[in-house]
């Protein structure tokens, strides 16, 4: 056998190794991911002609003659509705502190809201695919304040990962109907100018040093454009909210940072992990061995809800 034969042999029963290994891979990932948290929906409604859906949490003690808030809890790429809740433990939250949770789910890669699969994503290009995803929240907000008692002034929006991304598109594109943001390793790429709507909103950001979507910017194999540094997106924000001066800075915890930025009306928080992975604090770790650690010195969960429950929407 030829030394050239040999060479494409070795390359082929390599490329089929690799293929093999990633197939598995992936299937190992699905299949862990289905049985962690099931793809399923609890409603759907109509939104730019199709149909979209959502999982919702409404706690046993709601009442209509109560107006509650509602917390929207956007989910990572690749992720769906249900493994949203799973992680965060938003639900068990909602039901000993009386508020509305719901997850909405994304698209498929190809922007539609069909898929045979329970992966989505949340596409912030191009703009026609972001403004029917924007859309679908407005009209989503819209569907549950008829159907249950919601105070106006008390909608959040939370998100994972590509769910942080679409929590800051919606905070420029939606900020009428938002009281505050917040954000776990949020895979932003959208440089501060895309934002043109400068209304404040307070924000509180979650971000690890070990996080695949790297703490201090730069590119990543998650996506093809390079991320900003957390900290500075961080200050970005307060600069939008009018926050002067340096932020204040304490240890909370052996493996968590707060940088505080108060010196407005609506304020900004960074909490940085030490260590911490793609992943959402004090929640339920998922796949560790390829997004890394999920702490639980810092509930994230908790935080979140109490920065909300301080900031409902000021009157304009």
């Known amino acids: 056998m030829s030394k050239k034969r040999t060479l494409l042999l070795f390359a082929a029963a390599l490329t089929g190794f690799l293929v093999t290994a990633s197939l598995i891979t992936v299937a190992s990932v699905y299949l862990a991911l289905t049985s962690f948290a099931p793809d399923r ?37 690749g992720l769906w509705p249900n493994t949203q809740a799973a992680l965060t433990g938003w639900n068990a939250l909602a039901d000993r502190d009386t508020f509305i949770v719901v997850y909405p789910a994304g698209t498929a890669l190809d922007g539609s809201a069909r898929s045979h699969l329970p992966f989505r994503i ?9 403004a029917r995803n924007v859309q679908f929240i407005e009209d989503l907000v819209d569907t549950l304040s008829a159907r249950y008692s919601i105070d106006p002034g008390r909608v959040y929006v939370t998100g994972f990962s590509n769910g942080g991304a679409m929590a800051f598109a919606l905070s420029c594109r939606l900020s009428a109907r938002l ?41 990543s194999w998650a996506s093809p454009l390079p991320f900003p540094s957390a900290p500075a997106w961080t200050a970005g924000w307060a600069h939008r909210n009018g926050c002067e001066g340096n932020p204040i800075i304490d240890t909370i915890a052996p493996d968590a940072v707060r940088e505080r930025y108060e010196s407005c009306p609506n304020p900004v928080i960074l909490y940085t992990i030490e260590g911490g992975g793609h992943a959402w604090p004090g929640g339920t770790p998922l796949l560790p061995w390829l997004l890394g650690r999920t702490t639980q010195s810092v509930n994230a969960t908790y935080l979140m ?6 900031h409902p929407r000021l009157p304009s």
Do not use: M
Request: hydrophobic share 40%; charged share 15%; glycine share 8%.
């Open 41 to 77: 929906s609890s409603g759907t409604i109509r939104s730019s002609g199709e149909s979209r859906s959502y999982r919702l949490h409404v706690p046993a003690a709601y009442r209509s003659s109560q107006p509650l808030a509602l917390v929207i809890s956007l989910h990572a790429a």
């Open 179 to 219: 009281a505050a943001v917040g954000t776990v390793s949020a895979a932003q790429d959208q440089p501060w100018g895309w934002c043109r709507n400068p209304t404040p909103l307070p924000f509180i950001n979650f971000h690890g040093t070990r996080d695949l979507v790297p703490y201090t910017g730069g590119k």
């Open 305 to 310: 809800w109490s920065f909300f429950k301080a």
């Open 122 to 130: 949340w596409l912030l290009r191009p703009d026609s695919v972001l």
